[in-house]
């Protein structure tokens, strides 16, 4: 291997979650290759990886050219677990209401006239770059027209995971669950060649969803390989409406009909009681905690600490902007750990590791995506970040795990990398994104008026 094939970055720190726990390592060196895997990390608490020396001969080792960012923290990509990313533009267009009430009233009539293929390209152009420049680096994205979607995250050098939509209403998209399935398919075939895409299906809700149409998806899904991404109890309506209308709740319908299994990941559980974690334990489901959402729309708090304690995985997501109305992994981070002591009334409840850990590894895991990203090992991706310790309000620092949760913001990142690809460095998108993002800025004003046009209906 030559050495202009190889990269390298140096911080003061490398933090990373493992199977067992976290790693943080000193004055830590990762080197990767062209393939963007991870050759070899090196720190003054480790020695040098072995295999660094398998593809490096001492004279080629001294040729390679160290980014060394001296005062920084490495540590993995955010994975944002949970999204609508092309909702973006639809950003403040419908605060301050109860779940119902924002879909039924302004989201999805707002959807009727709006969302087409050039809303969604825009929209996930926009919502990107705002992650990426974040330190998110890889996002499940749940909305309409997943092939725009998934090119505008491909252009942006972001890694994603498209859960294909699939409802029994007729949208702008679809006619109906048969089509929205035929499509899903379809995307899933013509992207599938993609290497920063993976594919899920995505029926939206069980209150939107019949038996019909979740026991084909779980054929499908099962056919395919594909994870199956919903929402699920995120308001107590929706258990009371399950209970009313099917004789169970919701957890319980989505066991019988066999959608539960390790490759379920329900978004939000906000009303989950004992029986419903249970049976997500027994079937090593996945939940994705979304507070920001959760607090706006008055749904509640997730119940994160009897998840985990369960042995559930649990990751974090923002849900889309137009709900929460931001995508700040970093600010979900902090919420998540926060809201779990109070929710516990124990401050050791949910830890900064655990929230650290849930945001990278437990987004991996919950994507199985985790062979792949979320943690900084060999022969995984370098999709990572680096978190500056230079601002005043970032010392000192005695612990970095709790520095990136209790402390960083997503303003300290200074550099991102997806696939060993820099999107972000000094706090700017990589020149082709940065483009990108701009001809979306200028298409933005349009849909920004024509919102602004039914809010006012």
């Known amino acids: 291997m030559e050495a202009s094939e190889i990269q390298a970055v140096r911080a003061d720190w490398l933090v990373t979650p493992t199977e067992h726990g976290t790693a943080v390592l000193r004055n830590a060196t990762i080197y990767w290759g062209k393939s963007g895997k991870i050759i070899a990390i090196e720190s003054v608490d480790s020695d040098r990886s072995p295999s660094i020396n398998a593809v490096l001969s001492e004279e080629a080792n001294r040729d390679i050219a160290v980014l060394d960012l001296g005062a920084a923290i490495l540590c993995p990509g955010l994975v944002n677990a949970h999204c609508h990313a092309a909702m973006t533009l639809m950003r403040g267009a419908a605060d301050d209401l109860p779940l119902m009430d924002w879909l039924q009233k302004r989201i999805w009539p707002m959807e009727g006239e709006l969302v087409d293929p050039t809303f969604v ?129 919701p957890t319980k319908r989505m066991e019988r009909l066999g959608v539960l299994s390790p490759d379920f990941v329900g978004a939000h559980g906000v009303h989950l009681n004992a029986e419903d974690i249970a049976r997500l334990a027994k079937n090593a489901g996945n ?122 913001s997503r303003a300290d990142v200074i550099h991102t990398w997806v696939a060993g690809n820099a999107c972000v460095i000094d706090r700017a998108l990589a020149r082709n994104a940065h483009q990108r993002l701009t001809d979306a800025r200028l298409q933005m004003a349009e849909f920004s008026d024509r919102v602004s046009t039914l809010r006012r209906a």
């Open 121 to 249: 390209r825009v929209g996930t152009t926009l919502a990107a770059a705002e992650m990426l420049l974040g330190g998110t680096t890889t996002c499940a994205d749940m909305y309409f027209y997943p092939e725009d979607a998934a090119r505008a995250f491909v252009s942006m050098g972001m890694r994603a995971q498209l859960a294909m939509p699939v409802i029994e209403f007729p949208t702008r998209y679809a006619s109906d669950a048969d089509r929205y399935l035929a499509l899903a398919l379809e995307a899933r075939d013509a992207l599938k060649g993609e290497a920063l895409l993976s594919f899920a299906l995505g029926p939206h809700a069980p209150y939107t969803v019949s038996d019909a149409t979740f026991q084909r998806v779980v054929a499908y899904a099962a056919e395919l390989g594909l994870p199956i991404h919903t929402h699920l109890q995120e308001t107590a309506t929706e258990v009371d409406e399950s209970l009313a209308k099917h004789g169970e709740r």
């Open 287 to 408: 939940i994705v905690h979304c507070p920001s959402s959760n607090l706006k729309l008055a749904s509640g708090i997730a119940p994160i600490t009897a998840l985990t304690k369960a042995g559930v995985n649990v990751a974090i997501g923002t849900d889309g902007a137009a709900s929460n109305n931001r995508l700040d992994m970093f600010e979900e981070m902090r919420l998540a750990a926060l809201l779990a002591k109070v929710q516990a009334n124990d401050a050791s409840a949910f830890p900064a590791e655990a929230a650290f850990r849930a945001a990278t590894l437990g987004g991996a895991k919950a994507l199985n995506l985790s062979k792949m990203i979320g943690s900084l090992e060999i022969g995984k991706q370098a999709d990572m970040i680096a978190v500056s310790c230079d601002a005043i309000g970032m010392n000192p620092m005695f612990d970095p795990v709790s520095h990136l949760v209790y402390v960083a």
